[in-house]
Structures are given as C-alpha cells and as structure tokens.
C-alpha cells in the first residue's frame, strides 16, 4: 500500500516544487482511534506526508465528530484532529471486518490505537497478537493508565488524569484548583506516541526490528510534571497555585495597565528588577528597598511586592508600558483573549494557515510546526465517515487476489 497524502501534491503551498517529497512519503498508518490522544499523534504523522487510514464505527464513527458543530456543521475538535486522513467504516464486532483490518495491518508500516486494552485484547488487536500475526508492524497503543498497572482497567479521561497526577494541584489558585484549558493530558500522550511511532520506524528500518510502543495519559503528563515533582520531592515543599504568579521569582505575572490591558511580566535578575523600577515605572527607591533586594527577599514579600507594583502599573497607558519594558530589555507578553489571537501578528505571518477541505466547505487552519524544511502535506482534506471505505478496500481485495494469483501460479 502506497504512502503519501491522498490530496495533491506536496508543497504546492510553499511554494516549493509540486513533486518535493515529503519526509513521511510512502508510509502507511492506521489508525484504530477516537476522541484526542491517538488522532493527534496521528494527523501529526499525515502532517509529515503518511498515509494514515483512519478505522471508525459505523454508527457515527469517531465520537469527537460530535463535540460540537461550530465549523460550518464539522466539529472544532475534529477539524483540528483529522486534517488529511483516509476514513474507512468498519464493525470490528463482525470478524470479517477484523480480516478486513488485518489485510490493512499487512500494508501498513505502524498502527495506532487508543481503544481500551480489554476491548484490543478481546479483538485480537493487543501488541503481543499483531506482532506475532505482523511481525514487522510497529504497533502503538495509548491508554489512561499502564495495562500492567493497578489502575489498567480505570477510565482514564484527560481531566482526570490532569487531577490524579496533580496538575490541578499547581493550576488555579490554593482554594480554587482547576484544569487547564486545553487537553493537555491527551496532548502529552499524542506528542509522545507521535515521536515514539517515528524513533521505531527508524529502529525498525535499520535492524529489521519491530518494536512496541505504549503510552499512558498518566505517564505522560507525570513526566511534563517532572520539575515541580522533583522540587516536592528533594526540597520537602510543593509549590503553591498561584495563578499568573511564579513560585519561585518576582515579579513574574500579570498587571493592569491604566487602560485596562493585562501585561505578563518576568524580571529574571537584579538588573532588571532595577531597570524595571527606575527606566518603567519611574520609581527607582524600590530597588533600594530592604524588602525587595533580592529574588529571595521580593518572593517572601511578594503581598507588599503585588501591591506596589499594580499601583504603579495602573499609573500608565499600556502602550507606554510596553515601549519602556522593551527599551528596558524586559520580557513581557499581552494578555490575549482568545477571540483576538487570530489577528495575532505571529499568526499574520506568510505561510502560517492553509485550506482545509472538509465536507461542508472550505476553512483555514494552522500549519503544523517543526517540519524539517517546512515541508507539510498542505492540502490534506478532513474526511467525511466511511469516506474512503470502498477505495481502500477495493484496493485492499484487488491486492490479496493479485497476490493469491501469484502464488498459485
């Protein structure tokens, strides 16, 4: 089975030659997901150039088609998952569907799952089965919690793992923990399955070797907890929710402008903290003051540090601000509010969007980062349900006759 997006050529919007290869061209992924962690790592892997094919139920497929209906009738969520991927309808209750996904599985270079081990295991579909059936196969899984673990068989959804692994603990404030405003948890496990998938395709490529690949939601948002775990762990104290703030430097947050706007602010060291008093808010004695001569003193005075500080802040326009923080050598950021980061000048830059088909029109979304020379399947549509089932499996049986003809003959 050829790989490759199944939309055009690469680069036509990059304005590189219609024929520039793809660094993922000519490998071949299905994937057997739903919902966030397995489609993001996927549509990364179809971002690269991979075919990836998409198995979904027939009745209604992919859950995450429902979350809402805000793009023109497609889900936001599923706009953002699944650009460029293949959709094939098939009942995996029924085993000759399961032959069906075998016959792909034979075609394919990796496969990425994130259904349930149980419901894999009693498929047929756990890594030790496809190994033994597709030996060069990398297999992927994804789940909640370890399948070896005490908590295999716990439902594992992206805030719950957000609080089990303490992440709620850090976000908020000490009376009002919360969640982060994105799938965070889903996100870790799909970035670490998406670049677990590519080293064992390198591995596999180079020794023969097909190794497995698993990731659970809880691993992998335990490792992106690793710096604050590691300062509970030897220093004896867990850092406190502090909204905006930083637990360990200040000033480091957010502040008020006379014109309503919110400024991020970090001072990284004394000459800062310095420029910060005299050259930004004209009061120079604060760098002199006892309370605040030292990061260590100005976060153990951080109340009488807030207070000063917003009353200087509120003191000025935000345009006066940041063009003094900037001429200071201070890092600062605006405040954005969602419905205004589209007009963002980062995201006004050449080559930031591209047009996504899906079934009801025509949208813009965001280029991926990171691809080695900027080179991404531009063009990759969304797919409708079962868009792609009798192409691929036409392709699929006219290949096993061929090859049953060739062997009998």
């Given at each position: 089975?050829?790989?490759?997006?199944?939309?055009?050529?690469?680069?036509?919007?990059?304005?590189?030659?219609?024929?520039?290869?793809?660094?993922?061209?000519?490998?071949?992924?299905?994937?057997?997901?739903?919902?966030?962690?397995?489609?993001?790592?996927?549509?990364?892997?179809?971002?690269?150039?991979?075919?990836?094919?998409?198995?979904?139920?027939?009745?209604?497929?992919?859950?995450?088609?429902?979350?809402?209906?805000?793009?023109?009738?497609?889900?936001?969520?599923?706009?953002?998952?699944?650009?460029?991927?293949?959709?094939?309808?098939?009942?995996?209750?029924?085993?000759?569907?399961?032959?069906?996904?075998?016959?792909?599985?034979?075609?394919?270079?990796?496969?990425?799952?994130?259904?349930?081990?149980?419901?894999?295991?009693?498929?047929?579909?756990?890594?030790?089965?496809?190994?033994?059936?597709?030996?060069?196969?990398?297999?992927?899984?994804?789940?909640?919690?370890?399948?070896?673990?005490?908590?295999?068989?716990?439902?594992?959804?992206?805030?719950?793992?957000?609080?089990?692994?303490?992440?709620?603990?850090?976000?908020?404030?000490?009376?009002?923990?919360?969640?982060?405003?994105?799938?965070?948890?889903?996100?870790?496990?799909?970035?670490?399955?998406?670049?677990?998938?590519?080293?064992?395709?390198?591995?596999?490529?180079?020794?023969?070797?097909?190794?497995?690949?698993?990731v659970s939601l809880f691993d992998a948002l335990t490792e992106w907890m690793a710096h604050p775990l590691y300062y509970t762990l030897y220093g004896g104290n867990a850092p406190q929710p502090m909204g905006t703030s930083h637990p360990a430097i200040a000033p480091y947050g957010a502040f008020t402008a006379a014109d309503g706007a919110s400024l991020m602010i970090a001072v990284q060291n004394e000459r800062e903290w310095a420029r910060l008093c005299g050259g930004v808010l004209e009061a120079a004695h604060l760098a002199t003051d006892p309370r605040?001569?030292?990061?260590?003193?100005?976060?153990?005075?951080?109340?009488?540090?807030?207070?000063?500080?917003?009353?200087?802040?509120?003191?000025?326009?935000?345009?006066?601000?940041?063009?003094?923080?900037?001429?200071?050598?201070?890092?600062?950021?605006?405040?954005?509010?969602?419905?205004?980061?589209?007009?963002?000048?980062?995201?006004?830059?050449?080559?930031?969007?591209?047009?996504?088909?899906?079934?009801?029109?025509?949208?813009?979304?965001?280029?991926?980062?990171?691809?080695?020379?900027?080179?991404?399947?531009?063009?990759?549509?969304?797919?409708?349900?079962?868009?792609?089932?009798?192409?691929?499996?036409?392709?699929?049986?006219?290949?096993?006759?061929?090859?049953?003809?060739?062997?009998?003959?």
């Amino acid at each position: 089975m050829t790989g490759g997006p199944a939309d055009g050529p690469a680069g036509e919007a990059d304005g590189q030659a219609p024929t520039a290869r793809l660094p993922l061209d000519g490998v071949t992924v299905v994937a057997v997901e739903q919902a966030v962690a397995a489609p993001f790592a996927t549509r990364q892997l179809a971002d690269l150039g991979a075919r990836v094919i998409k198995v979904e139920r027939p009745d209604g497929g992919d859950f995450a088609r429902d979350y809402d209906h805000v793009v023109g009738g497609t889900s936001s969520a599923f706009l953002w998952l699944n650009r460029g991927k293949e959709s094939v309808r098939l009942d995996l209750k029924d085993p000759a569907a399961v032959e069906d996904l075998h016959l792909l599985l034979e075609r394919a270079d990796a496969v990425v799952a994130n259904l349930a081990p149980a419901a894999l295991a009693r498929l047929g579909l756990d890594a030790d089965a496809l190994h033994r059936r597709h030996p060069a196969l990398i297999v992927c899984h994804i789940s909640g919690y370890a399948p070896d673990g005490p908590l295999a068989a716990k439902k594992a959804y992206d805030a719950l793992v957000q609080a089990e692994t303490g992440l709620m603990s850090l976000t908020g404030t000490p009376s009002a923990p919360a969640k982060t405003g994105i799938s965070i948890a889903d996100i870790a496990a799909g970035s670490y399955a998406f670049s677990g998938v590519l080293a064992a395709i390198r591995h596999r490529d180079v020794t023969g070797e097909a190794l497995p690949v698993h990731v659970s939601l809880f691993d992998a948002l335990t490792e992106w907890m690793a710096h604050p775990l590691y300062y509970t762990l030897y220093g004896g104290n867990a850092p406190q929710p502090m909204g905006t703030s930083h637990p360990a430097i200040a000033p480091y947050g957010a502040f008020t402008a006379a014109d309503g706007a919110s400024l991020m602010i970090a001072v990284q060291n004394e000459r800062e903290w310095a420029r910060l008093c005299g050259g930004v808010l004209e009061a120079a004695h604060l760098a002199t003051d006892p309370r605040f001569g030292s990061n260590t003193e100005r976060v153990a005075h951080r109340a009488a540090l807030d207070a000063e500080l917003a009353g200087r802040f509120a003191a000025y326009a935000s345009v006066t601000l940041t063009a003094r923080l900037d001429d200071a050598g201070i890092a600062w950021g605006r405040m954005t509010a969602l419905a205004d980061l589209p007009s963002h000048s980062e995201l006004a830059r050449d080559g930031r969007w591209m047009d996504t088909r899906t079934p009801d029109g025509t949208v813009r979304t965001l280029r991926p980062p990171g691809v080695p020379g900027g080179r991404s399947a531009g063009g990759g549509a969304l797919p409708g349900l079962g868009a792609h089932t009798d192409s691929v499996l036409a392709e699929l049986h006219t290949a096993a006759e061929r090859h049953t003809a060739e062997g009998e003959s």
